[in-house]
């Protein structure tokens, strides 16, 4: 079962924000995240929010078709201009996620996409990403894409060895993810993004290590590894408890991570978030930067989370009852939340330190930036910190970036 919302408080019908959530909007970069819940099988470790054909009947019996779904999306992304107005700038990123977006025709995609530029306008240069299984997609579906305006896609290879695919319930046929490389290129995509997962139950070094080279080898310009979770409700996770297979040792996941970032490495990539490496800045996901660095951005689509000057919100989970909302000319918010000082300084925290450029020092108060000599000695941050510059992990840093997260925040 999909993972469940956070509690919150009630949204209003119209979705109104405050007017101090929209003070600074102007000023901060915009994005929108457009979240496509339909999946033709669902992955045994997978807790989003996505439905699968026999999953999409709501209790009462509405239901919602994949043709019908870009037009629920036009209908929010109309809210969303509604709410906010001339408030922000134009869209910097879109990031089709899902799910799998490419589960649409084109065509639908490319409606979604314009609908955004018609409402809010696209900043030059926007970056345009959507999410791909390697079987979703051909040749000619990717250069409809990119003549649509798409610059970047993200590919679900997360392995090349067929027992462990099988094992994460994967569907795609192995070396699919690097022919899907290859054609994205092709279609004249800019840039290229495969997703790995290490870790997964009966995977050996050799497999993963096999993993990161055949990625290496396709020639993505970014490649983004993470570390197996086991969660809760999956079938994975009732796997675990029931004893068929083993729970990730976390031994075992930090020397994966240590090889595939020696591997990229050498492969000339560069980490500039804990999970993600990329072969220049240019290469870097702008979308994920956004949620890393307290930017604003919309959530389209059922299950998805937004946030706007401190104000975080995320929509009801299932597709019919989303529509239903939408049919009734009411927000599909489920419940948001207002941040206050603290918990925006803890996220800041938490996030920016996770990434290359670090932390500045002056963030801190001043009990936690006097931990910050023991965390060095430990080896968790580069020694400039101490001189008043950034906060920045090293590799064994990395490894342990919620203890730092912890000393600084403690």
């Not at 055949?214 to 079938?235: F, K, N």
């Not at 240019?282 to 660095?293: I, S």
């Not at 002056?362 to 001189?387: H, S, T, Y």
Request: hydrophobic share 40%; charged share 25%.
């Amino acid at each position: 079962m999909p993972s469940e919302l956070p509690q919150g408080d009630p949204p209003p019908p119209d979705g109104r924000l405050p007017r101090a959530a929209l003070a600074d909007a102007a000023q901060r970069p915009f994005g929108f995240y457009v979240h496509v819940p339909f999946c033709t099988t669902r992955c045994g470790y997978c807790d989003f929010n996505t439905y699968t054909a026999d999953e999409l009947v709501d209790a009462d019996g509405s239901s919602v078709s994949r043709g019908s779904y870009a037009d629920l999306v036009l209908r929010e992304i109309r809210q969303a201009a509604d709410v906010l107005g001339g408030d922000v700038p134009p869209v910097e990123t879109v990031f089709f996620g899902g799910g799998t977006p490419t589960l649409l025709p084109a065509e639908h995609l490319r409606l979604i996409l314009t609908e955004i530029d018609d409402r809010f306008g696209l900043a030059d240069g926007a970056e345009i990403t959507t999410e791909a299984n390697p079987e979703s997609v051909t040749p000619a579906y990717l250069e409809r894409l990119r003549a649509a305006g798409f610059t970047r896609l993200s590919v679900g290879m997360q392995s090349a060895v067929p027992r462990v695919l099988d094992v994460l319930d994967r569907r795609h046929r192995p070396g699919r993810p690097e022919q899907v490389v290859a054609e994205a290129h092709a279609a004249g995509f800019e840039h290229v993004n495969l997703d790995l997962i290490y870790g997964a139950p009966h995977e050996t070094d050799d497999d993963w290590r096999a993993s990161v080279e055949a990625a290496i080898a396709a020639g993505p310009d970014h490649v983004s590894a993470y570390a197996l979770v086991v969660e809760r409700g999956t079938a994975l996770a009732r796997q675990v408890e029931q004893g068929i297979v083993p729970a990730p040792d976390d031994d075992v996941l930090a020397d994966r991570y240590v090889l595939a970032d020696d591997l990229l490495t050498a492969a000339g990539f560069t980490w500039y978030e804990v999970s993600n490496w990329a072969k220049s800045n240019a290469a870097r996901c702008r979308h994920n930067e956004l949620y890393w660095t307290d930017a604003n951005w919309w959530g389209v689509g059922p299950g998805a989370h937004s946030h706007v000057g401190g104000v975080r919100w995320w929509n009801v989970k299932h597709p019919a009852r989303y529509a239903g909302l939408l049919d009734a000319n009411v927000s599909p918010a489920a419940g948001r939340e207002t941040l206050d000082a603290e918990a925006r300084h803890t996220e800041r925290v938490m996030l920016a330190v996770r990434l290359r450029e670090g932390l500045g020092v002056d963030v801190l108060p001043p009990a936690a930036q006097d931990r910050l000599p023991q965390v060095a000695r430990w080896g968790l941050i580069e020694p400039a910190a101490l001189d008043g510059g950034r906060i920045v992990l090293t590799r064994r840093g990395r490894l342990l970036a919620d203890a730092v997260v912890r000393e600084l925040l403690a």
